[in-house]
């Protein structure tokens, strides 16, 4: 049956039994009005197979019917174990108590007299919706309240085997509450030899015994909070926590169980375990760096390159905002490179790389060596008139940029083109046509005399 929180307005599936078209009519206009989703019939037959098959939160059954009458319905729906539960109001216009009583020794649960008066059908059909919900909540309260037993058993000897045979510490605990019951403090119940050593006492002599008034910690770390949300919600914690005192130093895992209106709690030393996963993360931390970066220049590689591209892609495209490229190509690298050596080439890329990594200082732009001598600049949620302000930036301070191929050597600057495009990303484009625009207008600013930025429109596909 479906309700909501006020009796008043409760829903459910109505079944109307009566052979008289304009009863059916009346009701069936009088109870949809109120919410109720309402089926009728005109037999005995039909209304049992309704009834069958529906599964309805109530029945209206008139008494007078053609073939079976409103007794002999109700009588086979209660004696069937489908139909058993579902409440009958039976109405007729006989109103001599010996049908008012036939009608409750077969099972009706209310009377109704014709002609019908709405506020009191209405009345009488909230009620045994409401009597109904109600025994339906008890039935399932009664059943947690098993369910609840028979894991407070499993819990209790569980808990006795554990006591006996581990290392960890374990104990029991039982909620203080005040007289507004509040839960103030916890009493110890039992531990074994590993909690009672770690509040400095004995297993023995810690039954009784408050929780914060021998171990305030508790409350300092937050466990206290975590102990009480448990007994309240029922929820298992299960939390790590690096704890530091004179004595103690390491990693543990806390385990709280609610057990009556307490807990079981478990504390297991895991410094050993945390050193390694910590150890292993920064490891794996620093591998990712490490498959992230070209290993000449140290900044992005072109693996990332692409990866981020498709990432602020799709991130622009989802929020529609603008996305920006720049492509920068060191202008006559290859004759620099024939003409100094290889190594003076690497040193004068790594040089280009550190200038643009320090002028790109946004978190999310990235700088990635595109390949070669070739680098790119991702500027998300950055426009046009932005990206090419940017891209100016790039060219004038890679200008100053100088180089010494040899130690009598006269001094070589170094300059840059750059290609610019930008777009509000949309879904029949991909990164690729960013990326074609902005290699149309590095190729043009090489075209035009290098050392300079030009920007390209995105060509659409349509």
């Not at 947690?144 to 510490?169: F, G, I, Q, W, Y």
């Not at 080439?345 to 999310?364: E, H, I, N, S």
Request: with cysteine; proline share 3%.
């Amino acid at each position: 049956m479906r309700s909501s929180p006020n009796a008043s307005s409760l829903t459910g599936e109505i079944l109307v039994v009566d052979d008289t078209p304009a009863n059916l009519t009346m009701l069936r206009q009088m109870l949809s009005a109120r919410g109720y989703n309402v089926q009728v019939c005109r037999t005995g037959e039909v209304a049992i197979k309704s009834a069958t098959l529906m599964q309805p939160d109530l029945i209206l059954l008139d008494i007078r019917m053609p073939d079976l009458d409103g007794y002999d319905v109700c009588r086979w729906l209660k004696t069937h174990p489908e139909t058993a539960e579902i409440p009958v109001i039976f109405i007729s216009v006989l109103e001599t108590t010996e049908e008012k009583v036939a009608a409750f020794r077969v099972g009706g649960a209310d009377y109704v007299t014709k002609p019908f008066q709405a506020e009191e059908v209405i009345a009488r059909v909230e009620h045994q919706l409401l009597v109904r919900r109600q025994k339906a909540q008890l039935e399932l309260e009664i059943r947690e309240r098993e369910l609840t037993e028979v894991s407070l058993t499993k819990s209790r000897s569980l808990l006795a085997s554990v006591l006996n045979s581990t290392l960890d510490s374990v104990c029991a605990l039982q909620a203080v509450r005040n007289q507004d019951e509040i839960i103030i403090d916890f009493e110890w119940l039992l531990a074994n030899a590993v909690a009672a050593n770690a509040a400095d006492t004995s297993p023995e002599a810690i039954i009784g015994q408050r929780l914060l008034e021998l171990m305030p910690q508790y409350a300092a770390v937050g466990l206290f909070d975590d102990l009480v949300r448990v007994v309240e919600t029922g929820k298992i914690l299960n939390r790590e926590l690096c704890y530091e005192s004179d004595t103690l130093c390491g990693w543990f895992q806390a385990i709280a169980i609610k057990l009556d209106d307490g807990v079981t709690l478990t504390f297991r030393d895991i410094t050993a375990r945390k050193q390694m996963e910590l150890a292993l993360k920064a490891s794996n931390v620093e591998l990712q760096q490490q498959a992230n970066l070209d290993g000449l220049t140290q900044v992005a590689n072109r693996r990332r390159f692409d990866e981020y591209l498709q990432e602020t892609w799709t991130y622009c495209l989802n929020h529609q905002r603008p996305l920006s490229l720049i492509l920068g190509d060191v202008d006559r690298f290859k004759d620099f490179n024939d003409t100094y050596g290889h190594q003076t080439g690497d040193v004068c890329l790594q040089k280009v790389a550190q200038t643009l990594r320090g002028l790109v200082q946004y978190p999310d732009d990235l700088v990635a060596r595109y390949g070669g001598e070739e680098f790119a600049i991702v500027l998300p949620q950055t426009e046009a008139a932005g990206a090419i302000r940017v891209a100016r930036r790039l060219r004038d301070a890679i200008r100053q940029i100088i180089l010494y191929p040899e130690a009598e050597g006269d001094p070589t600057s170094v300059t840059i083109s750059l290609g610019v495009s930008s777009l509000t990303p949309l879904s029949s484009l991909t990164p690729a046509a960013l990326i074609e625009a902005a290699d149309r207008a590095l190729y043009r600013a090489k075209s035009e005399g290098r050392d300079r930025a030009c920007w390209q429109l995105v060509r659409s596909l349509s």
